[in-house]
């Protein structure tokens, strides 16, 4: 056991009676130290309080790797991704990891364009920089300029961070009841001259849809045909970009389209990948203004960087590069049918409760939405807070701007996820709906916000 390992020899006193186990975990640094095995196990009880990782149905993160897969990136916990010339081979390693999803993405041919980052959020700022960067360049403009970024309200928080951090105004366009994406025609309406770019997002936070890129690039494509501005569209792929190529691989959403000149990719997502790692790539380097790529030579040699962190774990591109050789497209095929097969299953089990009505079936990427219909005697957040009691993390939320009047939950199906636990989830799901259903829902929150 790995408790076993840490006792503490240096005393006789039993476990639960020494000096930590009689007072409050501390706020601040204490003035003394203490044994590793007191600290280990301080800290690993006040962590038995946090959910079970493998229930949290809310989150889109891998929380299960393969036993070698973690041996790997416990040897390389001490290795810094920046340190090049010390990590060759990490290095090298992480330049595969970049070919590997450019090739997956139809990227152009010749040397890929694009590097890791800490997940999606760090990915999306650099290519945000960079269509600013390259609509300047068109504009030029160096001061005095208005850049605005075209994209949907059901965009994830990172991309108004973007805008708010990089002084781009956000143009965003509304979805309503029924329609949790954005179109074509919302598009033509919204860009112009100052536009740096469109984002399209292939699976969604909110109900795991995928936004018509295609359509989007064609009508953007017309556009400029006729005169009208010449936009570039980036494809926010964080939670699809991993799962299409492999389950649609005839959808054309990625550089087989012109007009698609970056994306961006969560490796710790349907990469299988441990948090946190993500990838930005570019069609060609063309695409990254040589502006943001910046040399240092004071760790050992000469290096170009273009992250916006610096020092960061070289254990997350190790353990990428592990599922890339290990799977290959098969594995990863194979994988991701069985997600979709799985979160279908759920889906159709929930269709068959009368009060439930399922928006995302998980065919697109294994992700469900469901809402209660409105004349339930119960609503999504009561059935949220009933699937807690039994240990299912299951979101309730509302919908984004303009659909604000609708709730639904969330269920993200992830590797490690068995159909038993499917079976059981969908079993304790129409227990809560018979519960509230017949039972007393005034001791149940009936609102977010209710405690």
Known sequence: MAQER????????????GRLSRQSPPDRLPDEPTAPGDVYRLIHDELLLDGSSRLNLATFVTTWMEPQAEVLLAESFDKNLIDKDEYPST???????????SDLFHAEPGDPTGTSTIGSSEAVMLAGLA????????????????PNLVLGSNVQVVWEKFCRYFEVEPRYLPVEKGRYVITPDQVRAAVDDDTIGVVGILGTTFTGELEPIAEICATLDALADAGGPDVPVHVDAASGGFVVPFLHPEVEWDFRL???????VSGHKYGLTYPGIGFVVWRSPDHLPPQLVFDVNYLGGEMPTFTLNFSRPGNQVIGQYYNFVRLGRAGYTAIMSTLRDTAMRISAGLAEEPELSVLTDGSAIPVIAFEVEEDAAFTVFQVSHELRARGWQVPAYTMPADAQDVAVLRIVVRDGFSVELADALVADVRAVCAELRTGDPGRIPKTAFAH
């Open 131 to 146: 269509l600013k960067w390259r609509w300047r360049a068109r504009r030029g403009l160096t001061s005095g300029d208005s």
């Open 6 to 17: 840490f006792v503490h020899q240096g005393s006789d006193a039993p476990a639960y009676t």
């Open 91 to 101: 290095a090298a390693i992480e330049r595969r990891c970049v070919a590997i999803v």
């Open 258 to 264: 012109p007009r698609v000149v970056s994306i961006n």
